[in-house]
């Protein structure tokens, strides 16, 4: 098949980027399909780190086509300092290596003040959103008063349509939040000057550009956003994000049929993070999940929040595998548990005083349940230098093997390091 998609198995933050950014040296088109600029992208190439919120991971290589399609949630004046960023650095050369759907749901400065005026009314309970604004922005679109990429070039509809959606914005920012109200004027002129600069990206019908390199046989990596466990539908609702995160949404999020892509790679890093709110199990609230959080780095590269962490979950793992159909997992950040001297690996869960195996869906029972742990020996040898499975020592060989033999999906790559050569193939990419 042309087509996979790629989806982070966990909370996020699970190393999509390098993986997306490292398989796009093979692939013709990468597809961002959900979510916005809540993501966050790192990548390492030749020591110098870039990260994306927006732009496709595939960027980095200048014969990919990136395509935001159309249900994404376009932060307009983030993109355009993306954009400017990535070519101040020569990273993209040519307009025409981006395409933006006419479709995508736009994000404004209101939506973002939304988001974190309602977090900020929420207290004790709230989500820990990004800030960005992603859920007002999803909510409108539902709603149906969405503004839509394709309407910032046209101006006369576009300020009645802005008038319709402040009415609203303005009351429950003012009237409800105690804030400042948003003023019309200064939307229309930020909005003048982006769609001005985004104009170049412009593509009416993503939908139809993607079918055509799926029926040409042209290589399409889709490029999930966040974890499987933060979806809207099947994550640890409330504290989910705002769209769907499972390998289902590039279908939707693209605009092309089920069944025509049938590749999903599940991206789990070997340990566990998280970051805001919500039910963690194997979270480390420690000594070692601080470790993990130093070696690991794990601090958000959208809002530089520390990030939770704990073991391995393979119940949360093997439901993530269920609910998107992953064909083949990438393990990432192995090396991150070089030095730990034995290292648990959740199997089961013990709930109300019975062991379960299957990850509780019910909104607070994964809240009372407490891992049930293997232990195996860990490893101290540095493994970033690694080329492959055999240059590992065997108790690394062994948690690998552990997890494949648990989860019974080929694992196909595994991470050593954050560069584009820290990666060992296990099986080849678009075989
Ligand atoms: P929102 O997507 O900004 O509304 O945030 C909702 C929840 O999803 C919060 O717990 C965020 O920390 C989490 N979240 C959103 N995007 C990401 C991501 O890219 N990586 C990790 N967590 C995320």
Same mark, same amino acid.
Not at 61 to 74: E, F, K, Q, S
Not at 217 to 223: C, I, M, T
Not at 353 to 359: A, K, L, M, P
């Given at each position: 098949?042309?087509?996979?998609?790629?989806?982070?198995?966990?909370?996020?933050?699970?190393?999509?980027?390098?993986?997306?950014?490292?398989?796009?040296? &093979?692939?013709?088109?990468?597809?961002?399909?959900?979510?916005?600029?809540?993501?966050? !992208?790192?990548?390492?190439?030749?020591? %110098?780190?870039?990260?994306?919120?927006?732009?496709?991971?595939?960027?980095? !290589?200048? !014969?990919?086509?990136?395509?935001?399609?159309?249900?994404?949630?376009?932060?307009?004046?983030?993109?355009?300092?993306?954009?400017?960023?990535?070519?101040?650095?020569?990273?993209? %050369?040519?307009?025409?290596?981006?395409?933006?759907?006419?479709?995508?749901?736009?994000?404004?400065?209101?939506?973002?003040?939304?988001?974190?005026?309602?977090?900020?009314?929420?207290? #004790?309970?709230?989500?820990?959103?990004?800030?960005?604004?992603?859920?007002?922005?999803?909510?409108? *679109?539902?709603?149906?008063?969405?503004?839509?990429?394709?309407?910032?070039?046209?101006?006369?509809?576009?300020?009645?349509?802005?008038?319709?959606?402040?009415?609203?914005? #303005?009351?429950?920012?003012?009237?409800?939040?105690?804030?400042?109200?948003?003023?019309?004027?200064?939307?229309?002129?930020?909005? #003048?000057?982006?769609?001005?600069?985004?104009?170049?990206? *412009?593509? &009416?019908?993503?939908?139809?550009?993607? !079918?055509?390199?799926?029926?040409?046989?042209?290589?399409?990596?889709?490029?999930?956003?966040?974890?499987?466990?933060?979806?809207?539908?099947?994550?640890?609702?409330?504290?989910?994000?705002?769209?769907?995160?499972?390998?289902?949404?590039?279908?939707?999020?693209?605009?092309?049929?089920?069944?025509?892509?049938?590749?999903?790679?599940?991206?789990? &890093?070997?340990?566990?993070?998280?970051?805001?709110?919500?039910?963690?199990?194997?979270?480390?609230?420690?000594?070692?999940?601080?470790?993990?959080?130093?070696?690991?780095?794990?601090?958000?590269?959208?809002?530089?929040? +520390?990030?939770?962490?704990?073991?391995?979950?393979?119940?949360?793992? %093997?439901?993530?595998?269920?609910?998107?159909?992953?064909?083949?997992?990438?393990?990432?950040?192995?090396?991150?548990?070089?030095?730990?001297?034995?290292? +648990?690996?959740?199997?089961?869960?013990?709930?109300?005083?019975?062991?379960? +195996?299957?990850?509780?869906?019910?909104?607070?029972?994964?809240?009372?349940?407490?891992?049930?742990?293997?232990?195996?020996?860990?490893?101290?040898?540095?493994?970033?230098?690694?080329? #492959?499975?055999?240059?590992?020592?065997?108790?690394?060989?062994?948690?690998?093997?552990?997890?494949?033999?648990?989860?019974a999906v080929p694992i196909d790559v595994v991470s050593v390091g954050p560069g584009r050569e820290q990666t060992l193939w296990l099986r080849?990419?678009?075989?």
């Amino acid at each position: 098949m042309p087509g996979i998609i790629v989806v982070g198995s966990q909370f996020g933050d699970e190393g999509k980027g390098k993986v997306v950014d490292v398989f796009s040296q &093979k692939a013709d088109y990468v597809v961002r399909y959900q979510g916005g600029a809540n993501a966050g !992208h790192t990548l390492v190439v030749d020591g %110098k780190k870039t990260i994306l919120h927006l732009i496709p991971s595939g960027v980095l !290589h200048p !014969h990919t086509v990136c395509v935001i399609a159309a249900g994404v949630v376009l932060d307009v004046e983030r993109l355009c300092e993306e954009i400017k960023a990535l070519k101040l650095n020569g990273l993209l %050369k040519e307009d025409s290596q981006l395409l933006i759907s006419d479709s995508a749901t736009v994000i404004l400065p209101y939506h973002r003040q939304l988001d974190q005026a309602r977090e900020r009314a929420a207290g #004790n309970e709230k989500i820990g959103t990004t800030g960005r604004g992603i859920g007002p922005a999803y909510e409108e *679109r539902a709603s149906r008063k969405a503004i839509i990429f394709g309407d910032l070039f046209s101006r006369e509809t576009l300020r009645a349509k802005l008038e319709t959606a402040l009415k609203e914005k #303005n009351f429950l920012l003012e009237k409800f939040y105690g804030e400042k109200p948003v003023n019309i004027d200064e939307v229309m002129a930020l909005v #003048n000057q982006v769609s001005d600069y985004l104009a170049p990206y *412009r593509c &009416k019908d993503t939908s139809l550009v993607i !079918h055509k390199a799926l029926k040409g046989s042209k290589k399409v990596l889709f490029e999930g956003a966040q974890g499987s466990l933060l979806d809207l539908l099947h994550g640890t609702y409330p504290f989910v994000t705002s769209s769907s995160t499972l390998a289902g949404s590039a279908m939707i999020g693209s605009g092309i049929g089920p069944g025509t892509v049938n590749s999903v790679m599940g991206i789990t &890093k070997a340990y566990t993070t998280r970051v805001g709110s919500g039910p963690f199990p194997t979270e480390l609230d420690n000594e070692l999940g601080e470790r993990m959080r130093q070696i690991g780095q794990e601090f958000g590269s959208t809002t530089g929040r +520390s990030r939770r962490c704990g073991w391995l979950d393979l119940v949360a793992l %093997k439901y993530a595998i269920r609910i998107n159909g992953i064909t083949s997992l990438a393990l990432m950040k192995l090396d991150v548990l070089s030095g730990f001297e034995k290292l +648990s690996i959740c199997t089961a869960y013990e709930l109300d005083g019975q062991r379960i +195996s299957e990850y509780p869906v019910s909104p607070g029972d994964l809240g009372r349940c407490k891992p049930i742990f293997e232990t195996i020996n860990g490893w101290k040898e540095d493994l970033t230098k690694a080329k #492959n499975l055999k240059d590992l020592p065997r108790a690394a060989q062994e948690y690998i093997q552990f997890i494949g033999a648990q989860t019974a999906v080929p694992i196909d790559v595994v991470s050593v390091g954050p560069g584009r050569e820290q990666t060992l193939w296990l099986r080849p990419l678009f075989s």
